[in-house]
């Protein structure tokens, strides 16, 4: 294969030859669904409402979540008040309220 000005000599309209295409930048369409799955996974499992405890600080009590967006949760605990969380470094264990 002899290469002619950044291409390969099997190039073709509009062909490209394997060893060019992961070059290649992705489609937009490929690129909104590469979005839509990252954003898929920074879901977060804590919804607004639910009862939480914190397992490495059982004095701060029975926790409230207040808002939760990808791996930051804010929780309003009873004897520690309003706490952002990143549910990356600390699980929060799931508790029914009092």
Known sequence: ???A????ACWHAGWLCLWLRPFLPLPRRLRIWRH?????????DYEPG?????PGRPDWGL?????????????NFE????VLVDTSV???EHAEPA
């Open 36 to 44: 839509l799955w990252r954003l898929a996974l920074e879901r977060s």
């Open 79 to 82: 004897h520690a008040g309003k």
């Open 63 to 75: 926790g409230q979540v207040q808002s939760a967006a990808g791996k930051r949760v804010t929780v």
């Open 50 to 54: 639910q009862y939480v405890r914190h």
């Open 5 to 8: 000005r950044g291409r390969c």
């Open 1 to 3: 294969m002899v290469a």
């Open 90 to 92: 600390v699980i929060l």
